[in-house]
């Protein structure tokens, strides 16, 4: 962790800064997730190569003979995600895989608040949250980054204190309007079980390179903004 006064940096930005395919796909992922800037999104990728690179362990230990720690830190791993709404009930360490980043930006506070309709937008979340508009319970909420949980979605809602949280607010009429007349689909939703999508032993391979190749990156629990 080293010295408190000397916190170094919890994630990891791309090797080459100059890949147009990849800053056009980052380009995309920033417009549709109202995100700030690319750095957003080297976290929410360096959050993601951790738990793959845990998956990977642990599939590779068990492989080798599972005991009962083994059980128990694949069991931590996929409650933890599923807690965090990435994975649906019965997932195995094959769906850690098969997550993307995008699971991970669906899952943030900025995006949960759009998905329930508590915004006309997901740039319009954000603001809301950073000026302290949004709370989960009476707990006031102002980092967008922050990964919320399944429990908290029921708790999340506009912050009592907040004058938006008068209906008659034109504001609030405003974002009502456009929210009874806009589809939210499915984005918020966990990953979807598929046994047909399940990685192939030479995907699996190539899972495993790439983590070995990647310099490892310790997980940002909700600090980013």
């Known amino acids: 962790m080293g010295h408190p006064k000397f916190s170094r940096r919890l994630w990891q930005g791309p090797k080459h800064p100059w890949q147009s395919e990849r800053i056009d796909e980052e380009r995309t992922l920033i417009f549709t997730y109202g995100l ?3 750095r957003e999104i080297w976290k929410a990728r360096s959050k993601l190569r951790r738990w793959r690179s845990n998956a990977m362990k642990l599939i590779a230990t068990a492989d080798s003979g ?3 720690h083994v059980s128990r830190e694949k069991a931590d791993l996929i409650s933890s995600l599923h807690r965090r ?10 769906d850690v895989l098969r997550l993307n980043v995008e699971h991970v930006l669906s899952r943030r506070l900025q995006s949960q608040v759009y998905y329930k309709g508590l915004a006309a937008s997901p740039k319009q979340a954000r603001q809301l949250l950073i000026h302290g508009h949004i709370s989960i319970g009476n707990q006031v909420m102002t980092v967008p980054g922050y990964i919320i949980t399944r429990d908290e979605e029921a ?3 506009y912050n009592q204190s907040s004058d ?3 209906e008659q607010h034109p504001l609030r009429q405003e974002i009502e309007s456009i929210r009874s007349t806009a589809d939210y689909g499915e984005e918020g939703s966990s990953l979807e079980l598929n046994n047909s999508e399940a990685p192939s032993p030479e995907e699996v391979a190539q899972l495993a390179e790439a983590v070995a190749a990647a310099p490892s990156a310790d997980d940002v629990s909700g600090g980013e903004s």
């Open 36 to 38: 700030r800037n690319h």
């Open 66 to 68: 599972e005991d009962d």
């Open 85 to 94: 709404g990435l994975l649906p009930e019965g997932a195995t360490l094959d």
């Open 155 to 157: 708790a999340l809602q």
């Open 164 to 166: 938006i949280a008068n």
